[in-house]
């Protein structure tokens, strides 16, 4: 069974720092891993999926890694700015089995940026 | 339309009652998701539609929850006499599924969720 952890579960950071959000899952049959935001009381909001066949996905200041053999993904925020304070949640999609295509979510990181 | 929709958006009921939410996927999406989303916790998968493929019910908390999905488009949640610990955030996702395709680039769109409470 796929279980997804996320490391660390909150942080708070001064405007301007650059963060590391970490993503680890326990089995490796994974199609894509896929990063998510959600806003308080709003829905999930996709920010990068990344291909089981590649390394790391670009999208602005936000830059995500994904390294299967040993079960991790990085979610890299540059320059943080209080607009991103949200919960960012990574996603493994299971590549086989009876989970084959399922979701399989982490608890989340709850981050804060204070100006 | 552009993304999935679901309504409604809040839904306050008594506990007893029948409830039903609606999703309407991302036009010719074939995956399907339920997640439940209570306060303060993860997310929780409840049913996975995959084309003509027999659903995925795993996820299912107990019989008084059910789902369906008909023409291979919008899809219903229904959950039968409510209970106050059914009070969550019920979200639906789609996605344009390519099976045994890794060369394809698919992901997840979430909707904005129904926010049910029984009182």
Avoid at chain 2, 92 to 113: I, K, M
Wanted: aromatic share 8%; with cysteine.
């Amino acid at each position: 069974k796929q279980e997804v952890t996320q490391i660390p579960a909150a942080l708070s950071v001064p405007e301007g720092e650059n963060l590391v959000l970490n993503c680890s899952f326990t089995d490796s049959a994974i199609y894509n891993l896929q990063w998510f935001r959600q806003d308080p009381g709003k829905g999930l909001t996709s920010l990068l999926l990344i291909q089981s066949s590649q390394r790391e996905q670009t999208s602005g200041r936000l830059n995500a890694s994904l390294d299967k053999s040993s079960g991790r993904s990085t979610l890299y925020i540059a320059a943080s700015q209080p607009g991103d304070s949200a919960t960012y949640l990574c996603a493994g999609i299971n590549a086989g089995g009876t989970s084959y295509g399922k979701l399989t979510f982490g608890q989340g990181t709850i981050l804060t940026v204070h100006p | 339309g552009a993304g999935v929709s679901q309504s409604p958006s809040n839904k306050v009921t008594e506990k007893g009652k029948d409830v039903e939410l609606r999703c309407d996927p991302i036009s010719g999406h074939t995956a399907l998701y339920w997640y439940r989303q209570s306060l303060g916790q993860g997310l929780e998968f409840l049913i996975y539609f995959q084309g003509n493929s027999a659903p995925d019910k795993s996820g299912l908390p107990s019989d008084r929850f059910s789902a369906e999905r008909t023409g291979g488009s919008v899809s219903t949640l229904t959950i039968q006499r409510t209970q106050q610990e059914d009070s969550a955030v019920y979200l639906c996702a789609s996605s344009l599924d390519v099976p045994h395709s890794r060369l394809r680039n698919y992901g997840y769109t979430f909707g904005s969720g129904t926010r049910l409470t029984v009182v």
